[in-house]
């Protein structure tokens, strides 16, 4: 897989029926190695490591309702009372990080109301701090670390 704009991590593999999988520490269960896993796995590890996140407030693909539509979000840290801290968005690294890719996080947000917004392609990463009482967001240098 390609090297990504992380720091290295040791990433559990197997191979299995000619696919290569990558376990998964939130989900505890190896999933098949795709590009944007590759990615969402480097960021778990990333809010996880040097965010120091606890891993109990860290959230992998689940679904969620915008305007009767199912979607998956790719992951999500909540705050210790179950609000969503950080929303992010995972892309594969061939996928540019585009208006468009904005927007689609953005739709999700009007519903989840995270504080912050991070949108990665595992090459290039983008944060941004949520107001919702100006409705606008400012981008920032990183997502903030984990405090209690």
């Known amino acids: 897989m390609q090297v990504l704009n992380f720091p ?3 990433f559990r593999f197997k191979n299995s029926e000619n696919k290569v999988y990558i376990f998964d520490v939130v989900r505890k269960k190896f999933v098949v ?3 944007e896993e590759w990615v969402r796995q480097h960021i778990v590890h990333y809010i996880i490591s040097e965010k120091k996140y606890p891993l109990s407030l860290v959230n992998v693909e689940k679904q969620l309702k915008v305007n009767g ?11 210790s009372d179950g609000t969503i801290k950080v929303l992010i968005e995972c892309k594969a690294p ?13 739709r999700y947000n009007m519903q989840l109301k995270a504080e912050y917004l ?13 107001d919702f ?4 967001y400012s981008f920032l240098v990183d997502i903030p670390e984990f405090s209690r």
């Open 8 to 10: 290295a991590y040791d």
């Open 69 to 79: 539509l199912v979607k998956r979000y790719d992951v999500v840290i909540f705050n």
């Open 33 to 35: 190695l795709q590009p």
């Open 118 to 130: 991070m949108v990665s392609n595992g090459l290039s990463h983008f944060y941004c701090e949520m």
């Open 133 to 136: 009482q100006e409705e606008k």
């Open 94 to 106: 061939e996928i540019n990080i585009t208006q468009t890719v904005f927007d689609q996080i953005a």
